[in-house]
Antibody, heavy 120, light 107 residues
Framework: EVQLLESGGGLVQPGGSLRLSCAAS????????MTWVRQAPGKGLEWVST????????YYADSVKGLFTISRDNSKNTMFLQMNSLRVEDTAMYYC?????????????WGHGILVTVSS | DIQMTQSPSSVSASVGDRVVITCRAT??????LAWYQQKPGKAPKLLIS???SLQNGVPSRFSGSASGTHFTLTISSLQPEDSGTYYC?????????FGPGTKVDIK
C-alpha cells in the first residue's frame, strides 16, 4: 500500500523558513516524479512544485519560484520542500503527491497534508 | 501558462440527477486532464486521468470526455456520497494548474 507522510509544518513568522518532508513507502520511490500541492484555507488546490525521478530537474509555480526549493533523497525515499522568506499568503495545507504511473501527470496518491501557518 | 476554468462554481442536485461539470483550458492540452474529488478535511482523490480513463475503484457513474480544450465530468446518477468539491487539473505542461473547483451539494 502506498503511503505518503508529510512532516515539518507549523507556525512561522513572515520572513522565516520551514523544511517540509514527505516520507514515502509502498512503491519504488526512485521511479516516480514527486509533487507538492497546497491549499490555502477555504481555497482551491494550487500546484507548487515537481521534482524528477533523479532530482536533477525541478519545476516551480511562479508564486514560489526563487523562494522554495524542492529536492529528494532516493536512498531514504523522502522528498523535501525548503521554504524560505515565507509570506502570509503561503499559509496553506501542503500535500505531497505521487503520479499514478511513472509517465502520468495525474496524482493518485496523496499524503494527509501538513499545515503551514505564516503569521506574526 | 495554461489557465483552467470550471463551471458551474457550485451545483445543488437531487439523488439520481445527472450532473455535468465543465472544464476549459486556455490552450490545447490534448488529453492531459485529470479530475479529482475532495471532501472537507481530506486529500483529493483521483477520479479520472487522461480525460476519460476511470481510476480503479471509482464508480462507473463517473465519466469524463473531451472535445478540444473543453472537458466534462459527468455523474450519471448522483449519490449522497458524491457531495464534495471537484477539480480539474492539466498535466500537459509546467506549470501544472488546477481549475477553481465545483462544489456539489445534495438537495
Amino acid at each position: 500500500e502506498v503511503q505518503l507522510l508529510e512532516s515539518g509544518g507549523g507556525l512561522v513568522q513572515p520572513g522565516g523558513s520551514l523544511r517540509l518532508s514527505c516520507a514515502a513507502s509502498g512503491f519504488t520511490f526512485s521511479t516516480y516524479a514527486m509533487t507538492w500541492v497546497r491549499q490555502a484555507p477555504g481555497k482551491g488546490l494550487e500546484w507548487v512544485s515537481t521534482v524528477s525521478t533523479s532530482g536533477v530537474t525541478t519545476y516551480y509555480a511562479d508564486s514560489v519560484k526563487g523562494l522554495f526549493t524542492i529536492s529528494r533523497d532516493n536512498s531514504k525515499n523522502t522528498m523535501f520542500l525548503q521554504m524560505n522568506s515565507l509570506r502570509v499568503e503561503d499559509t496553506a495545507m501542503y500535500y505531497c503527491a505521487k503520479a499514478y504511473t511513472p509517465s502520468s501527470r495525474a496524482f493518485d496518491s496523496w499524503g494527509h497534508g501538513i499545515l503551514v501557518t505564516v503569521s506574526s | 501558462d495554461i489557465q483552467m476554468t470550471q463551471s458551474p462554481s457550485s451545483v445543488s442536485a437531487s439523488v439520481g440527477d445527472r450532473v455535468v461539470i465543465t472544464c476549459r483550458a486556455t490552450q490545447d492540452i490534448t488529453s492531459w486532464l485529470a479530475w479529482y474529488q475532495q471532501k472537507p478535511g481530506k486529500a483529493p482523490k483521483l477520479l479520472i486521468s487522461a480525460a476519460s480513463s476511470l481510476q480503479n475503484g471509482v464508480p462507473s457513474r463517473f465519466s469524463g470526455s473531451a472535445s478540444g480544450t473543453h472537458f466534462t465530468l459527468t455523474i450519471s446518477s448522483l449519490q449522497p456520497e458524491d457531495s464534495g468539491t471537484y477539480y480539474c487539473q492539466q498535466g500537459h505542461s509546467f506549470p501544472f494548474s488546477f481549475g477553481p473547483g465545483t462544489k456539489v451539494d445534495i438537495k
